[in-house]
C-alpha cells in the first residue's frame, strides 16, 4: 500500500509564496510518475504540474513562470514551489503518485490535499 501526505499548504497575500511537499511512503519500488492537482471551490480538479515517465516536466498554462516542480527520488518525496501567488491560486492542492509496489503491482495514490489561500 502506498500513501501520499501533502504539507506546506496556508494563507498568503497575493504576491506571497509557498512550498508544498508531498511525501510518498509504503510498499514503494519505483514512482513512474509524480504530479501537483489542485482543485478550486466549485470547479473541476486540475493538473497544476507533472513529471512524466521519462522526466521531463509539465505546468498549466496558467502557472507557468511561477510554479517549480522537484522532487527528490532518493527520499520519495516531492515539491512545488509557488511564487507569485495570485488569488485564482486559491485551492485544494493534490499530490498524485503512479509507480510500481514492492509486491510488483501498479498503483496511483492521491494525498488527502492542503488547503492554499491566496488573499489579502
Known amino acids: 500500500q502506498v500513501q501520499l501526505v501533502e504539507s506546506g499548504g496556508g494563507l498568503v497575500q497575493p504576491g506571497g509564496s509557498l512550498r508544498l511537499s508531498c511525501a510518498a511512503s509504503?510498499?514503494?519500488?519505483?514512482?513512474?510518475?509524480m504530479g501537483w492537482y489542485r482543485q478550486a471551490p466549485g470547479k473541476q480538479r486540475e493538473l497544476v504540474a507533472a513529471?512524466?515517465?521519462?522526466?521531463?516536466?509539465n505546468y498549466a498554462d496558467s502557472v507557468k513562470g511561477r510554479f517549480t516542480i522537484s522532487r527528490d527520488n532518493s527520499e520519495n518525496t516531492m515539491y512545488l514551489q509557488m511564487n507569485i501567488l495570485k488569488p485564482e491560486d486559491t485551492a485544494v492542492y493534490y499530490c498524485n503518485a503512479g509507480g510500481r509496489s514492492t509486491f510488483l503491482v501498479a498503483f496511483d495514490s492521491w494525498g488527502p490535499g492542503t488547503q492554499v489561500i491566496v488573499s489579502s
Open positions: 509504503g510498499s514503494i519500488l519505483t514512482i513512474y510518475t
Open positions: 513529471f512524466t515517465v521519462s522526466g521531463r516536466t
